[in-house]
């Protein structure tokens, strides 16, 4: 079943550390193209359910059609996993085996040069994953104050030139605002003296910065915070959680909310460091590079 366009990554570490039974719960809460979802619902078989989130339609459609030959009772909502709890009240699931999410961007969305995500191909500055928001990236970069963009792009971007880059950009959008990924990179370049064609490292030197506006334009921050919150009220007892991060920023937020929760009792954390993709999954599957699992599961015991 899988799609060409996007390969899962870490399946064999996911299968094996949320250990999918038949009967099972299982609630993917950024479907996809379902990749991970068609094997965790394969798993589970005829007595299982299969709960799909996502925020973005197209890639929620295709999920929805690859999955229609699953064995198990499936459920797909259009659905951002901030609002994990309240949506599964909703839908009548009172608690899940498994709850897995693999977060950040679909190669789908990452190819669409009209969603606006990739400096790769030029198109315009989007990058929302629901089209449901209001605010997009050109937005951001075209309105907000030249110090508000500069934190912007130094705290969720780890770029420590930023002030540089959003000096470059608020000269740059008085003359002719900046509406596309092409320009927008261009600028970055600029303000950092560098030449994409004949830059020695191996990111694009304006890779901190479109990963700083895709998390504030989506709040990537702000839903993983709420997220990891529901996740032990969702989680049956004995259930399992299992989070793939693809920077720093969300890596150290899962991190930290599993150490405090399984030191107040409430999880056991399985992956005393974070699993990684081995060297024959990085060569063919080059997404798996900065990829990171890490899996706790719930106690026995009561929660408040
Ligand atoms: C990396 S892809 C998931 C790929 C999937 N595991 C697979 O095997 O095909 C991430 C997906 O999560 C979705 N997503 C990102 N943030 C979300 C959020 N807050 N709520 C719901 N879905 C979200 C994106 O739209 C995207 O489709």
Not at 61 to 90: D, K, Y
Request: net charge neutral; proline share 4%.
């Amino acid at each position: 079943m899988d799609d060409a366009r996007h390969t899962p990554v870490l399946v064999a570490p996911v299968l094996a550390l949320l250990d999918p039974q038949p009967g099972d719960t299982v609630v993917d809460v950024t479907l996809g193209l379902g990749g991970h979802a068609f094997r965790l619902a394969s798993a589970v078989g005829a007595d299982g359910l299969l709960v799909g989130m996502d925020v973005d339609v197209r890639n929620l459609q295709i999920a929805e059609q690859h999955l229609s030959s699953a064995s198990c009772s499936t459920v797909f909502l259009r659905e951002n996993f901030a609002r994990m709890g309240e949506v599964l009240a909703e839908a009548g699931v009172s608690g899940a085996d498994i709850v897995l999410a693999d977060l950040g961007v679909s190669s789908t969305q990452l190819d669409e040069s009209i969603r606006g995500f990739s400096f790769q191909q030029d198109g315009p500055l989007d990058m929302r994953m629901d089209d449901r928001l209001e605010r997009t990236a050109a937005d951001l970069v075209n309105q907000l104050p030249e110090s508000a963009l500069a934190d912007l792009i130094y705290q969720n971007g780890q770029e420590h030139r930023s002030r540089r880059i959003a000096k470059e950009i608020v000269r740059e959008r008085k003359v002719s605002g900046i509406r596309t990924t092409g320009r927008l990179s261009e600028v970055v370049c600029r303000a950092l003296r560098v030449n994409p064609a004949s830059r020695r490292s191996k990111i694009h030197p304006a890779t901190r910065v479109f990963q700083a506006l895709r998390v504030a334009v989506n709040d990537e921050m702000g839903v993983l915070d709420a997220f990891l919150d529901q996740v032990p009220r969702v989680l049956k007892p004995g259930g399992r959680v299992g989070v793939i991060s693809f920077h720093s920023l969300e890596d150290g937020r899962v991190k930290w909310d599993f150490r405090a929760r399984q030191k107040a009792g409430v999880y056991e954390i399985l992956t005393k460091r974070p699993v990684q993709a081995d060297d024959e999954e990085k060569r063919s599957n080059p997404r798996s590079r900065s990829a990171k699992l890490r899996v706790a599961r719930r106690t026995e015991g009561h929660m408040d």
